[in-house]
């Protein structure tokens, strides 16, 4: 017996047919999750470095802009990567 979702899942692909991806849209992909990851790793070490500058110096409201600044960094970052995800989704 099939559950809920499964049942769901059964219906959406029969009304919109997943598309087959090649291998070389599959390796784009790849390529753009790798660099995206990277780029995360990269803002989290500033963050952590500047974190710390601002707790050596004790100012809470550095602290805060940091985080604020981290937090757009990283919409950013998976947002691009999602459009770059999507381009190569719809190129086949």
């Known amino acids: 017996m099939k559950s809920a979702y499964e049942l769901a899942m059964d ?13 070389a849209q599959k390796a784009e992909i790849a ?3 790798s660099v995206a990851l990277s780029r995360v790793a990269q803002a989290e070490l500033a963050l952590k470095a500047a974190l ?5 110096k004790g100012d ?16 950013r ?14 190129k086949g």
């Open 11 to 23: 219906r959406l692909s029969k009304s919109a047919p997943e598309k087959k991806l090649s291998s």
């Open 31 to 33: 390529e753009i999750e």
């Open 52 to 56: 710390d500058a601002a707790r050596l």
């Open 60 to 75: 809470f409201l550095e602290e805060d802009e940091c985080r604020r600044r981290y937090g757009i960094d990283r919409a």
């Open 77 to 90: 970052i998976e947002e691009e990567r999602e459009v770059k995800r999507e381009r190569v989704r719809s």
